[in-house]
């Protein structure tokens, strides 16, 4: 049975950090393109960030470049993604996707306050 279960949302000021995990069970993160998505009070969800299984090539939305970074960590069999500099605008569920399963996590919260 395919399992994504988010955890490391939290209230945070702006301009401090937060990882973010998504710990999965059923199958294998190394051999899925995984994503980080968003969605913001209002807003509809974006993607964040992508790893790829080729040569672990990353992709980042460019509201976030440079600031977060998405990594797995295979013995784990994990999916993370660390935000640093956070801004109120981060605000938002947070949520790990398996891109060819179609499969998501329940999602995280993060909250930015100014």
């Known amino acids: 049975q395919v399992q994504l279960v988010e955890s490391g949302g939290a209230l945070v000021q702006a301009g401090g950090s937060l990882r973010l995990s998504c710990a999965a069970s059923g199958f294998t993160v190394s051999a899925y393109a995984m994503s980080w998505y968003r969605q913001g009070p209002g807003k509809e969800r974006e993607m964040v960030a992508t790893i790829r299984t080729a040569g672990d090539r990353t992709y980042y939305a460019d509201s976030v470049k440079g600031r977060f970074t998405i990594s797995r960590d295979n013995a784990k069999n994990a999916l993370y993604l660390q935000m640093n500099s956070l801004k109120p605008e981060d605000t938002a569920r947070y949520y790990c996707?398996?891109?060819?399963?179609?499969?998501w996590g329940q999602g995280t919260q993060v909250t930015v306050s100014s």
């Open positions: 996707y398996v891109i060819a399963r179609n499969f």
